[in-house]
């Protein structure tokens, strides 16, 4: 059974391989050139100073994945709002993992004070992304079209949400998260 938890320093060099594969070989993401370890750390501070979650899922002591959450927007009224990513190595595929994985994401961000969470998932022939999503609570909510290049072709974005806790049906809390 995998274990998740919150990810640590010791595991940037799981998680930028884990990432590495996904920007070299896939469309999930739209990155080109894989970011090195010292990015990655860069970004895992950036979005746990912020006080976000950032996961992993870990199999039998090895990190087979990663998910986490940080603002979708930089303005303030976007502030109860993040933008979710998960990865899983290939190992860690078609094993339901991904969903044990973000559905943890879900509840650590809910913890976090937030009340929604976007998913702009990188290619609309991404159907696991999209299926993980919906077995956890998204719902589409729309399709860019054609606005990414990546491998020779043009690709579409598929954006879906889910709301957290009271979501928009109560006013804000007066702090900020």
Not at 51 to 62: A, C, F, M, R, W
Not at 144 to 156: I, Q, V
Request: hydrophobic share 40%.
């Amino acid at each position: 059974m995998p274990i998740i938890r919150p990810s640590q320093d010791q595991d940037i060099a799981a998680i930028a391989a884990i990432y590495q594969h996904h920007v070299l070989h896939g469309t999930g993401t739209f990155e080109i050139e894989p970011p090195s370890a010292a990015e990655m750390q860069t970004r895992r501070s950036d979005v746990l100073s912020k006080g976000l979650p950032y996961l992993v899922v870990e199999s039998q002591g090895t990190v087979v994945g990663f998910a986490y959450c940080n603002w979708f927007k930089p303005r303030p009224a976007y502030r109860f709002s993040a933008e979710d990513s998960i990865y899983l190595a290939a190992s860690a595929m078609g094993k339901g993992w991904g969903a044990l994985l973000l559905c943890e994401l879900l509840a650590s961000a809910q913890r976090a004070g937030l009340r929604k969470l976007i998913a702009v998932i990188g290619d609309s022939e991404n159907h696991g992304s999209i299926k993980v999503h919906s077995a956890c609570g998204f719902r589409p909510v729309g399709v860019l079209g054609d606005c990414g290049w990546k491998f020779d072709r043009w690709l579409n974005v598929v954006l879906m949400e889910c709301p957290l806790g009271a979501g928009a049906s109560m006013p804000a809390p007066q702090s900020v998260p």
